[in-house]
């Protein structure tokens, strides 16, 4: 029996695959695009965030954290996660209850025990479960063994992928996932490497060869300002993935959701400087996919 980390279970997701479905978010991702909106998904480990309209500002934690992980920024006490032991004094002794661990080691077991609850659902709306992050591949010893109890249960799987991961990893589970939700963020490499902190070139890899095995893709397009919503780039990745004999796209409009999680782990977020979608700009982007005879859906 595999353990793993996940950060949440969310349950009745109508945004992430056929149907009615619950998402389990594992801990852990090689990318860190600069409009991510779930940066507590980066780090593979549990951590320590901080609710600022909660904190009083007593210092407690600072004075008590046995590893002297805790600084002041702007006046607030935050975790050095590098140094943090997660042993939970600060939580445990916080008089605010303004701290809390995010992410939480479970088996295989507890996971699937929690979506057999929602059986019904999967199976009266065709849904089932998308498994998520951060980079699920990242965990791909727990995440193979969450697939095979799903097969157990025929729950329809789909696995949410940045693709930045080794071909033996996807080739593991390929037999085992009914739908592969592909993000492809910026296809110039350069460009690739500036806002997502890696080279594309092994995602690119990757969804050339997925698509040689599986048509069952849908590519996932996240739609950001500045950076790839320019026409001649969604032109060209419409010429991909038609080239790939692939047909279903979502477009997926940036925005500015996660700010507050930046806030409460210390984080910088570079989304702040990001502009706004207008209605018009995602329905632009739109038209051109359509135009290329690709299947469009706005928001997965």
């Known amino acids: 029996m595999n353990t793993g980390i996940i950060f949440n279970i969310k349950k009745f997701a109508i945004h992430d695959g056929p149907g009615i479905r619950t998402t389990v978010f594992l801990k852990g991702c090689p990318l860190r695009c600069q409009w991510c909106h779930n940066p507590e998904s980066w780090l593979r480990k549990p951590e320590i965030s901080l609710d600022q309209e909660k904190c009083i500002r007593c210092y407690q934690c600072v004075s008590l954290c046995p ?13 050095d996660q590098k140094k943090c032991a997660l042993c939970s004094t600060c939580v445990s002794i916080c008089p605010a209850q303004a701290r809390g661990i995010i992410g939480r080691r479970i088996s ?4 699937i025990r929690e979506l057999r609850k929602d059986l019904i659902f999967y199976q009266e709306s065709d849904g089932g479960v998308t498994f998520s992050g951060g980079e699920p591949l990242e965990q791909i010893d727990f995440l193979a063994e969450l697939l095979l109890l799903c097969k157990e249960e025929s729950i329809h799987i789909a696995v949410d992928t940045c693709g ?14 009914d739908l592969w ?13 500036h806002y997502t902190g890696v080279s594309n070139q092994l995602i690119l890899e990757n969804l050339r060869r997925l698509s040689k095995k599986t048509k069952k893709i849908e590519i996932r397009i996240p739609l950001i300002p500045g950076v790839n919503d320019n026409i001649e780039e969604m032109a060209e990745m419409a010429g991909l993935i038609r080239s790939l004999s692939l047909s279903e796209v979502n477009i997926l409009p940036f925005h500015r959701l996660g700010l507050e999680k930046y806030r409460r782990l210390g984080l910088s977020a570079n989304m702040e400087e990001i502009g706004a979608l207008s209605q018009k700009d995602i329905e632009v982007v739109k038209q051109l996919f359509s135009k290329h005879k690709l299947r469009v859906n706005i928001g997965g």
């Open 108 to 111: 295989t077991v507890k996971v």
């Open 181 to 193: 939700l592909f993000d492809l963020k910026i296809l110039d490499e350069q460009k690739h490497k």
């Open 67 to 79: 590893e002297q992980a805790i600084f002041l920024k702007d006046d607030y006490p935050y975790t």
């Open 164 to 177: 930045y991961a080794p071909w033996s990893n996807l080739e593991r589970i390929l037999s085992l996932v």
